[in-house]
């Protein structure tokens, strides 16, 4: 659009502006998926070094709770990192609903309104969508990390007992509560719009 186009500067500085922070808000979410992939394919390289690791070096003393919490959180960050990159839709442009809404219009008038309200709803729509993935990129740097901090001393020889089926139900139990904490969370904290 040309300055010509437009009917005031103050509705032309509102679109230019609303088109940068819509640029802005791509590169957060870009950046985060970024993040979340190198933090996917950091899980996996873990899990396949620790469980190889295991194989060629024959240690016996391992604590199977630790390292069950360890799989989990590892597991659950990798699960969250996919997450992360799915959750990454966000617009920097109008839909074709609206193109369509705006071509079919039987005058000129009030054109400009309409896109500025659009832009105002795209940018709500999108900073949701960005606090979300932050959200979500920090859950899952955090298992990450909790990950590393129990499969470490659990394959140090921190095996204060041998593994029994209550460690089991103990994981699973532990998992799920987690799981729903962070469930209520998100769902208390964000409201995704269709």
Known sequence: MTEDDWTSQRKQTIYEES???????????DDM???ALRT???NAAILAIGATGLEVSGIGEVN?????FSIVFLVSSAIFGVIVYN???ILVGPKSSFLGKMRTQ???????????????????????RVELNGALLTICQSFLVLGVLTGVPAILGASFESFHQQDVQIIIIA???LYAILI????????IPD
């Open 40 to 42: 996917v394919r950091l």
């Open 19 to 29: 088109k940068r922070v819509m640029q802005g808000q791509k590169a957060d979410i």
């Open 184 to 191: 209520a969370y998100l769902r208390s904290s964000f409201d």
């Open 87 to 89: 959750e990454s839709n």
């Open 175 to 177: 998992t799920g509560i």
């Open 106 to 128: 039987k005058s000129d008038d009030g054109w400009e309104k309409e896109l500025l309200e659009e832009m105002e709803k795209w940018i709500t729509d999108n900073q949701t």
């Open 33 to 35: 998926d970024d993040k």
């Open 64 to 68: 199977f709770l630790l390292a069950g």
